[in-house]
């Protein structure tokens, strides 16, 4: 690389760098939790390395997302009756807007369930945010709402925990729910054929497909998109009692097997060509790696591996070549060999936790339900490297973005780390 060429290339690193990555839904960029961004922070407290700190109105889990200068969160007012979207301006925490979308009758949830749990997500243009009833709006940057879609009303024996994506121009979300009463045990306590995933167009709202799932049972599994070898995408979507395939452009779908076990929480994660899933309760929690590419109905033929120790029944996953990391909701760590499911050290880190972890410069962002978050090494040596309380209330997977962390507690957003975009 000659000296002149590295000269003309090094605006555009500096101007990339500067700019920062965003984090435009549930679990990043990816929706796998990983960031490649530097200068994260690494020790804080409740009064220590706050950039600042904002009171958010209502109720509500869903995670913050990030674009650009713009921060977004769903809150729920009144008792879950309010359905609210959020914009914060990123480097101060400034409200720019709260817009009311709609609102909705509080149904049926668990009690560590909201009205507002499913994480909003943006293509830069819109924010696409839905509610525990299930239903669906687009607002523009400046808090107009743009289409609202209450066509497709949900029930669950939980609630709403799932979150939407993005894919091209098609917003898509899981919905596995249960019957309702008096029939509240299908699809909860046996499996029915009603759970569905659906798609939206992003720019109108309207309804573009409808994937069914066969007989299965109640989850809140996000889904992913993969990427196969030969260029093509699939969107992989796991369930109770299934792991499955679809076409995104159509929702068809492509291949199907057995993960027996209803209430699964979990998002995927997926990498060389495998899908790292969680099986469900009722004594059969484990983690599962299951091979891509198959066609049909596989049952479980395409099963690599199992591994039942540490199992998340809520967490998700972290998939960091060669090892795959998990805290689950009694607070014990796990690292595995991605191959093999094989063990390379498990240790308990205290507390309990709902949030997915995050990673960033080679470690491991674990958020406890009270507020503290746990570093660790990304590797295969154990080790904790930093503990920074917060002393809140935390079930919000944190965003990551512009060097900072972002991290969601009952009652505030926090912003941790340097701004270095401070004037």
């Not at 609210?84 to 480097?91: G, K, P, S, V």
């Not at 299934?242 to 209430?263: A, C, M």
């Not at 991605?338 to 958020?367: D, H, K, M, T």
Request: overall charge neutral.
């Amino acid at each position: 690389m000659t000296t002149k060429f590295v000269l003309q290339l090094l605006p555009v690193l500096l101007a990339a760098h500067a700019v920062g990555e965003n984090w435009p839904g549930f679990r990043g960029p990816t929706g796998q939790g990983l960031s490649t961004e530097a200068g994260l922070p690494l020790r804080w407290s409740a009064t220590e390395n706050i950039a600042w700190k904002t009171v958010v109105p209502g109720e509500g889990w869903s995670s913050p997302i990030v674009w650009n200068d713009r921060v977004f969160v769903t809150t729920a007012t009144e008792g879950g009756v309010g359905c609210h979207l959020i914009a914060f301006e990123r480097t101060t925490g400034t409200v720019l807007w709260d817009r009311e979308v709609f609102k909705q009758v509080p149904g049926h949830k668990q009690q560590r369930n909201g009205y507002a749990t499913p994480t909003p997500c943006t293509d830069g243009k819109l924010v696409f945010a839905v509610f525990g009833d299930g239903s669906f709006a687009a607002l523009d940057f400046e808090g107009k709402v743009v289409w609202v879609n209450r066509n497709f009303p949900f029930y669950g024996e939980h609630g709403l925990g799932s979150s939407p994506i993005l894919w091209q121009e098609l917003l898509i979300m899981a919905r596995d729910g249960s019957g309702e009463p008096p029939d509240t045990g299908a699809g909860w306590h046996f499996a029915w054929d009603k759970a569905r995933i659906l798609a939206l167009d992003t720019r109108t709202g309207k309804f573009q497909w409808e994937a069914k799932r066969g007989m299965s049972r109640i989850a809140h599994v996000v889904p992913s998109i993969w990427t196969a070898p030969d260029g093509h995408a699939e969107l992989v979507s796991g369930a109770g009692d299934v792991v499955q395939g679809f076409d995104p452009k159509t929702g068809e779908r492509l291949w199907t097997s057995k993960n027996i076990g209803e209430g699964v929480v979990p998002s995927m994660v997926v990498g060389d060509g495998l899908a790292f899933t969680a099986s469900g309760w009722g004594g059969r929690e484990s983690t599962k790696a299951f091979r891509l590419g198959g066609r049909g109905d596989l049952g479980e033929t395409n099963l690599v591996w199992e591994q039942k120790k540490g199992a998340s029944k809520i967490p998700s996953y972290l998939f960091l070549k060669p090892f795959l990391f998990m805290v689950n909701e009694g607070g014990i760590a796990t690292c595995l060999k991605s191959e093999s499911g094989e063990i390379v050290w498990q240790e308990r880190v205290g507390g309990s936790f709902s949030a997915s972890p995050v990673s960033g410069e080679n470690r491991l962002y674990l958020l406890s339900d009270d507020g503290e978050t746990v570093v660790i090494d990304a590797g295969p040596r154990f080790q904790v490297v930093a503990r920074n309380p917060l002393l809140e209330k935390a079930q919000a997977s944190m965003a990551v973005s512009h060097g900072q962390l972002f991290i969601r507690t009952r009652n505030n957003l926090y912003c941790i780390g340097r701004n270095r975009d401070a004037k």
